[in-house]
């Protein structure tokens, strides 16, 4: 079965600073896999996504992530906060990239000034 | 433009009503998904649905019942029968020619 952690629920950085939100996968299966991002009280918006194409995928709001099969890893950065970056941040997991996505449990990411 | 419409934002019931979420959407999706949202706790899936007249419980369908008689439509009644109904709900659809899920807006339902 398919599975995700999400290692953090909670990241504090300052502005300005780097972000990395750790996300770690278990599949039997070559994985699609996913980062979207939650505003309050808002849903889920995708901001980027791996499909078996480039390792080092690049998405909006100049975050990336690298998928490294060996580490079952598909971690999120981005080379400098900004305030409007303070958001919910999920990592999901399918095996066909269209159907059955299962979800971690979410980092919160705080930026302070 | 397309996207998924989720009504109302903010839903108030009392103890012991049912109450019916909307869920819209106007992509062509054949897929279409419900899930609730507490703190902490990620997505949790409650009903999905492949296919018009065509549904399957998720992990967490005790207490809701979903109906799809329109492909655009999928709305999700939250019964008596939920324990702890409170929570933010979230409709999300998929197509086979893109990859993800796109979501609705979503609906904060407070019972008291």
């Known amino acids: 079965a398919q599975s995700v952690t999400q290692l953090g629920s909670h990241v504090s950085v300052s502005e300005g600073a780097l972000v990395l939100l750790r996300c770690n996968y278990s599949?039997?299966?070559?994985?699609?896999l996913f980062w979207y991002v939650q505003y309050p009280n808002q849903g889920l918006q995708l901001l980027l996504k791996y499909t078996s194409a480039a390792t080092l995928v690049k998405g909006i709001n100049g975050f990336e992530a690298e998928f490294k099969k060996s580490e079952t890893s598909f971690h999120l950065t981005k080379p400098s906060a900004h305030m409007s970056d303070a958001a919910e941040y999920f990592c999901?997991?399918?095996?066909?990239?269209?159907?059955?996505?299962?979800f971690g449990k979410g980092t919160t990411l705080s930026v302070s000034s | 433009d397309g996207g998924i419409t989720q009504s109302p934002k903010y839903l108030f019931r009392k103890e012991g009503q049912n109450v019916t979420l909307s869920c819209e959407q106007n992509l062509n999706h054949d897929a279409m998904y419900w899930y609730r949202q507490d703190p902490g706790q990620g997505l949790r899936l409650i009903y999905y649905?492949?296919?018009?007249?065509?549904?399957q419980k998720g992990d967490i369908a005790e207490g809701y019942s979903v109906s799809r008689e329109k492909k655009e439509s999928f709305p999700l009644t939250v019964t008596s029968a939920q324990k702890n109904p409170t929570a933010f709900y979230l409709c999300a659809s998929s197509t086979r020619q893109q990859y993800g899920y796109t979501f609705g807006s979503g609906t904060r339902l407070t019972v008291v």
């Open positions: 649905s492949q296919i018009v007249n065509d549904f």
């Open positions: 999901a997991v399918s095996d066909d990239g269209r159907t059955a996505l299962i």
């Open positions: 599949s039997s299966v070559p994985p699609y």
